[in-house]
């Protein structure tokens, strides 16, 4: 219930359709019938989906006080998949095949072709009993909240059969387009907001320090890597998501050269990297390095990953902003947050429900901070200036080692 207690992790996802009133019946009536039963039938490869009124599995109170918050409404997506030990499977069809054995004029032990087909049906039934029974059955819950006023859920989603799920329970229940967006499609939303789509099309990764030393190694099918465009191979899917990665080390540069502070549209926002680091070769050529301690940017064997060609991929960020501080981890390809802390509230709440408004208001504040940065950082990365920042965070990557004290390895 990360919504509701607890840290939060959470990627967004867009809205299209009706918003529905928190306070028409039929929008509860529609959620019921689209709920799950504790046990209803399900069969192995088979994945079941529904709603829930959020706080745990099996809550179907659909009404306005679970539900309704401000412009908002928090729900739980439910789905029930089967998995079948195989070691279960093969052992009771072992079993039903001793139970069938026969044995020979000669004295041996056999087992017909009939005997072994029968055993199999029988083990096949025996399962299915079991299935029905609820045995093996997987449930998982995955809290959502959902913004009325930015059209966007936020969920901690990532798998495609989770996504899919969502997508189809949102379209058969209330008749909405939900559609998962990373990097790059919100940057696409962003643009487009301003009539600037032709800027979205023609961004491209840009190398920001030198290419591994091994760039010049065939690969199997006998092409080359370029030393001049960047791979980003995680990006296979989406590949304007590298923008989410070059987001990183932008922020990693205003740690380092502006004292963490961005300045947005929305105010300035402070920032620290901490706790958190991993890196990925931007050619994929020489793997990952990961780093969890305090001050990961200043050991000695970062500034080396990222002067031999890797881009962060994940950091751990503190950020303050509007009076407040969170602590989380951000995942920049897919501007993925897990393990958001947010801070106490200064009084008590006198009701849980109060509980669960300062907990989402600190939430939206959050977020809000964050995508404020990130429009700065587009907004910076398609104007004239670009070239002048490259240059100057190229720079800087090439002076990691002697600009400041590192950590060494091992210490």
Sequence with gaps: ?????????????????????????????????????????????????????????????????RLGFGGGMMLGLRTDTVRIPPEIKRAYIAMAEDARVETSKDGGAYLSRTGKKEAREDALRRIDEEIAEGRYRRPKH??????????????????????????RLAADSLDLQVNIRS?????????????????????????????????????????????????????AQEPQDFLGNLFLFWLWWHCDTREGLVETADGEVAIVMDRVLDLECAWGLTGRTSVRCEGPTRRAETARAVQLGKWPRKMGLTLSSFGRVWECTLQGDRLEVSGLKLPKPEEKPQSMRLLLEERLDSFATFDAALMSMYRAFIDERTSPSWPTRRAEMRAWIGELGATRKLVPVGA
């Excluded at 959902?146 to 059969?161: H, L, R």
């Design 183 to 235: 990097a790059g499609t919100i940057a696409l939303d962003i643009l487009a907001a301003k009539g600037r789509t032709a800027d979205y099309d023609d961004l491209r990764a840009e190398p920001l320090s030198s290419a591994p030393p091994d760039i010049e190694r065939a690969r199997e099918d006998g092409s080359r890597a370029s030393a001049d465009r960047p791979e980003l191979p995680w990006t």
């Design 1 to 65: 219930m990360p919504f509701r207690s607890g840290s939060i992790s959470y990627r967004r996802f867009s809205v299209s359709g009706e918003t529905p009133n928190l306070l028409d019946a039929k929008v509860y009536d529609a959620l019921r019938e689209h709920a799950l039963g504790e046990l209803e039938p399900i069969k192995p490869g088979e994945t079941h989906v529904g709603w829930t009124a959020g706080r745990h599995l099996f809550d179907r109170s659909f009404d306005y006080e």
């Design 142 to 167: 995955t809290p959502i909240f959902w913004d009325f006023a930015k059209s966007t859920m936020y969920a901690p989603i990532s798998g495609d059969t989770e996504v899919q799920a969502l997508r």
